[in-house]
């Protein structure tokens, strides 16, 4: 049975995922992965394929051995896997509750690396592992600190995983877009402590660069001529000057 896997598929870029990915290529299942049940139901309404919808929090250990025991039962080939789940917070480290820090990070990191390591035994020659990063994970990020830190761990990992599976031939791209129009700013934003947002793409956007980059073997995929040139710079220069450079255009 082969399969592709989407986590984050309720909303954003994993719900776009979903439907480019579905659109591409036949699978026998789609198995779609995200906390609430009715949204994944929604989604599954308008699929042709076969749509497994798994109600769960990937931050819970509980959660994570479920979808382990549901692939040992089925033993599905794994095409395509998309690590979609994820959030951030907005603010001051000091201002944001511990555990909501905490929570960011076991979503934003450990259950994206349980979810490769857990889906890669089903992984064969020519699969294909798409980890939602950020353009956070380039720089150090005052006032996203946290955030910003669990996205430089994906992208480090993501791209040295890559080498690693390169002898299986699977391929693992980082997807590290600027600002994307979605649903993460509802959880977010707190307060007006970020308020310059210099350039806004769309999920379509950033997916369909994600899944050109993929077939051109890329490991790093950045949409946009205004984020790679952002990149680029921030790679120069040192990383004091970057963060008062955002300071300064977020007023601080």
Request: aromatic share 10%.
């Amino acid at each position: 049975m082969k399969i592709a896997v989407i986590t984050g598929a309720s909303s954003g870029m994993g719900r776009e995922f979903v439907r480019q990915i579905e659109a591409s290529e036949s699978f026998d299942e789609i198995w779609v992965i995200a906390r609430r049940l009715e949204r994944l139901e929604s989604l599954a309404a308008v699929l042709s394929t076969k749509t497994r919808c798994l109600a769960l929090d990937l931050s819970e250990k509980e959660c994570l051995d479920e979808y382990a025991a549901l692939l040992e039962k089925e033993k599905p080939e794994v095409a395509v896997l998309v690590n979609g789940s994820g959030f951030g917070k907005f603010g001051a480290f000091c201002d944001i509750p511990l555990d909501e820090q905490l929570n960011m990070i076991d979503l934003n990191d450990k259950a994206l690396v349980a979810m490769t390591y857990l889906t890669l035994p089903y992984m064969q020659r020519g699969g294909r592992i798409y980890q939602i990063d950020s353009l956070s994970s380039f720089q150090p990020v005052p006032y996203i600190c946290v955030y910003g830190a669990t996205k430089a761990f994906v992208l480090s990992f993501s791209r040295a995983l890559g080498v690693e599976l390169k002898t299986r031939g699977i391929r693992v791209l980082a997807v590290c877009p600027g600002w994307v129009k979605t649903e993460f700013f509802d959880r977010a934003v707190i307060d007006d402590t970020i308020i310059y947002y210099n350039h806004f793409y769309t999920p379509e956007q950033v997916v369909t660069r994600a899944m050109k980059d993929m077939k051109r073997g890329r490991d790093v995929s950045i949409c946009g001529f205004r984020i790679r040139a952002q990149i680029f710079f921030t790679k120069l220069l040192p990383h004091k000057l970057v963060m008062k450079i955002w300071c300064k255009q977020q007023k601080k």
